[in-house]
């Protein structure tokens, strides 16, 4: 097992970092002080090229090895960290707290994107490699935006990656853990929209009236119904609606208009097909049975993020470098989405979960990333450049 020296000198300051971006939380592509942090720490550890603005507020920090590449072709690996915060109320007493009222560090963000620094600055001081890492420090992935927006200005093609790697903190798993899985690691998003108009009316004349909201209450229950009598109870899928809106408080009336808001989660394309096709099927038998007029859309957000068999057996490589390989453990997947599918669509990739220990869940106010896993999560970046860039 190998926590590098320079790794544990330098937590002290990996720490804070990590601290002050928690303190001061941005939000999806509006970042700016985020986006500055970052870039002035990439050309103070002397970084060969530094590049600010891409997809809107991403940084991107160029590191070259000084070995030389045995077949004369230069390998270039990409190193992804997610830099944005949530809309949350922060429930921590934790003295560095968010001075940003209503907005949160409530999934490790800060943490990511403090090992990433963390790493290359050693990267940068030691250049034992050969080839190119590429460090990628991305906005906007909790409103699944991010990611795209930097392939769309020419992330790959630009610094020529190759291959592309992720982590992500995980509650629950013991700090100095890593999880990992070849194949689908977490599901295709899909918003669902359904606007419904009803009749509106008198409730004491409920017979002249068309009720959306009963209309809603029922498609919210048939919907549930097509996961139990319709998707392979060996398949994996979700359908949540977390925003039913209609009417106004305390004015006895039944609304013309009812709005759902919700996801809908796969981890296989065909899945993924069949839950639409059955969505549109009961919106359509409910507005007959009902009368009322009942539009459905959709809103892709993320894809299936798939672990590719190469770049898992170099990510499971390094980790176990660095924690032993009982301490690596193949952890199945997930429902979240997560836009470094993009990513990894674009590019072969792997995306591997960092522990976080005993810690509130993600998204959570009281959630706080947990420092005890920054030795952990920088050694492992360090370890996947100096393994996969070989002379």
Partial sequence: MAIFNSVADLLPEIVAWRQDIHAHPELGFDIPRTSAFVAERLREFGCDEVVTGLGKTGVVGVIKGNRVVGDGNPKVIGLRADMDALPIDEATDVPYASKNEGLMHACGHDGHTAMLLGAARHLAETRNFAGTAVMIFQPAEEIGRGAVAMIEDGLMERFGIEQIFGMHNRPGLPIGAFGIRQGPVMAATDGIEIRIEGRGGHPGRPNECIDPILVGAQLITALQQILAQNVDPLES??????????????????????????????????????????????????AQITGAKIDLSFQSFDAVLFNQALQTELAVGAAKDVVGENNVLETPPVMGGEDFSFMAQARPGAFVWCGNGDSAGLHHPAYNFNDEAIPYGTSYWIKLVENTLVA
């Avoid at 949540?240 to 009417?247: D, E, M, R, T, V």
């Fill in 237 to 286: 899928a979700g359908i949540s609606f977390h925003q039913f809106q209609a009417g106004q408080r305390l004015v006895p009336v039944i609304p013309q208009t009812a709005e759902l808001v919700g996801t809908m989660r796969t981890l296989k394309p065909e899945v993924r097909k069949l839950l639409q096709k059955r969505l549109g099927e009961v919106v359509a038998g409910t």
